[in-house]
Every structure is written in C-alpha cells, then in structure tokens.
C-alpha cells in the first residue's frame, strides 16, 4: 500500500486508485442510494402510492368529489357523477388528475381513430372490465362501465398504435405513464344502445 501524504493521499485498492475527491463522491453517492432506496414509493397505475405495505390516495382538488364508498357499489353512479357530471373541473387538465380521483382499476383501454385524418387518435377509452366480463355485461344488456375522454389536442395515430402494441390495450405503467399528460377537452361514458 502507498503512503498516506496529505489532503490528497491515493489508496489502491484493488487496482484501483481512488483519490480523496473520487472517494468524497463515492460516499456522497452510496448515501444517496441508501436514503433514496429507503424512502422510495412505488406509484401505481391509478396514482396509488404504495408506502410501507399500506394504499394511500393523493388527495383530489376536486370539491365536488363523493368517494366511491357512497355509492353502495353503484360504479356506473359513482362514474357519472364524479367524472361527467363534474367533468367542467377536469377539462383542460391532463389525465393524470383523472387518474388521482379514479378509485375503480383500470383494466382495459382503447382509442379511437379520426374518420377525416386517420393520422390523429382523438381519444381515449377507459375500462374497467377484463374483456370477458365486458363481453357478458354486453350479452346481458348492463352497461359495460367504459368513460371516454376526448384530447384537447389529437394524439399521434402511430405512437397511440405502438403502446397499444406493446401493451396489448391493458392499462398498464407504460400506457398510464404515456397517456397521463395529455389535456382532456370531454368526458363522457359510453351509453349502451340496447
């Protein structure tokens, strides 16, 4: 081993040369993994923060909100009157304030293409059934639960196509970190026509 001279003193150590600036940074960088891995939350795909094995909810903005709990498991009331009846707080909002208030898991999505520029998708389709309980909600006359949201601005056909690729049209991380930040101009649901 080298001798110890100074403020600048060398150590090899394992073939490696660390000076007294790298060392500094190395431990400057191990505590910040340290305190950033204990600390961490994992979020969700409906803004869930999952913290110490327990569910937390980010706190709405919206005064009108009524919690699903209210609704004595009516999700096609609690659909209509936190998200269309009170979509004038959510227009010109991203999706992601959306996303925050939504207690019901998002299971499924689609988008739709425009008919006059098959380059846009205008919008979006959250569902709330796997495709086979959606299936026989259908055969059985009920309402699918299916809340549309229209873009202020159209998104890009190809890069909706590519996640809807790579997702399979499950509403996942990746679809809910993409489409999270686009700006609603609508919401509505879809109304059965049976």
Known sequence: MRNIKG???KLALAGIVINENMKQLLIIGLIYLFVTSCVSKK???NNTIIKDKQIEKEISNNPKY???S???GD???YLTTNFTSHKEFYQGKGLNVLLQDLELPVKEFKTGVNARDI???PGLSLKFYNRDIEEK???ERKNPLVLYVIWQIPLP???VTSIIRTTHGYWNNQANNYFRQFKIKEIGMVAPNY
């Open 43 to 45: 979020t969700g795909t």
């Open 137 to 139: 909600k259908i055969k």
């Open 70 to 72: 209210h609704f004595n």
């Open 75 to 77: 999700t096609l009331k």
């Open 119 to 121: 380059n846009i998708s």
């Open 66 to 68: 009524i919690p699903l």
């Open 7 to 9: 403020a600048s003193y």
């Open 157 to 159: 056909e190809d890069d």
